[in-house]
C-alpha cells in the first residue's frame, strides 16, 4: 500500500514522537559524524539575520572524529561545516571562534555564487568581521598535533640545476619558473620541465 493511502485510511493514528538528541548520528564519506543542533541552530538563525535564506535552510555542523590536525571545514556546496571534537577539550572561546570562521566560509561562497573566490580572500575575511571575528588568522592556534610528509620526491631543472623536494610526485607539465622568465619571457618552456632525480 501506498505511504499516501496508508495515511489516509488511518489518519486517526499518528506516529510516536520520540525525544529528539542534541546530536544526532549520521554517516557520510565513510566517517560517523554527529550533527550537533545546537550549533546548527546557531549558524542558521545567523544565515538568517544576514538574509542568507538557502544557507539557512540547509547548513549542518557535524562532529568529525576522523579530524586530528585541522580544527574545523567548511564545505561548499554541501554547507556543512566539520569541527574536530578536540577543539571542546581547550578554551571555548576558540571553539566559538573555529565555528565562526567556517561559517565565514560558508557565507562567502553563499553570496559569490558561482564567481570564483579565494578561500581566505576579501569575501571571507567580509564575513569574519560580520560575525565578530575581524583580523581572523588564517590557521589556528589550537595546540593540535601538525601533520608532517616526508617530501620524498626530488626534481632539477635542466638548466640551472636548482633542485625543488615534493611530498606528491610531479603531475603536469611543470617548469621552473626563474628559466622560464630568464629565456622565455615568463611563459612555460619544456626546456625547463623539471626532471625527477631517482637517489
Request: hydrophobic share 35%; glycine share 6%; aromatic share 8%.
Amino acid at each position: 500500500m501506498q505511504k499516501g493511502l496508508w495515511q489516509m485510511a488511518f489518519s486517526w493514528l499518528t506516529e510516536p514522537v520520540m525525544p529528539v538528541p542534541s546530536v544526532v548520528p549520521v554517516v557520510k564519506r565513510k566517517a560517523v559524524k554527529h550533527i550537533d543542533l545546537d550549533l546548527t541552530q546557531w549558524c542558521r538563525d545567523t544565515a538568517t539575520s544576514l538574509g542568507l535564506t538557502e544557507l539557512a535552510k540547509t547548513v549542518e555542523v557535524v562532529w568529525n572524529s576522523r579530524m586530528r590536525s585541522t580544527a574545523g571545514r567548511a564545505w561548499w556546496p554541501q554547507r556543512l561545516i566539520e569541527l574536530n571534537p578536540k577543539v571542546k577539550e581547550h578554551d571555548p572561546e576558540q571553539s566559538a571562534r573555529t565555528l565562526r570562521h567556517e561559517l565565514a566560509h560558508l557565507i562567502a561562497y553563499e553570496r559569490a555564487g558561482r564567481r570564483k573566490i579565494a578561500p581566505h580572500g576579501i569575501e571571507w575575511r567580509h564575513a569574519c568581521a560580520e560575525l565578530g571575528i575581524g583580523g581572523e588568522s588564517v590557521c589556528h592556534q589550537l595546540p593540535l598535533p601538525r601533520r608532517t610528509h616526508a617530501k620524498r620526491f626530488l626534481y632539477y631543472c635542466p638548466q640551472c640545476r636548482i633542485e625543488i623536494k615534493r611530498v606528491r610526485k610531479i603531475k603536469g607539465a611543470m617548469a621552473c619558473l626563474a628559466c622560464c622568465r630568464s629565456h622565455n619571457g615568463g611563459h612555460y618552456d619544456k626546456r625547463f620541465r623539471f626532471v625527477e632525480r631517482h637517489h
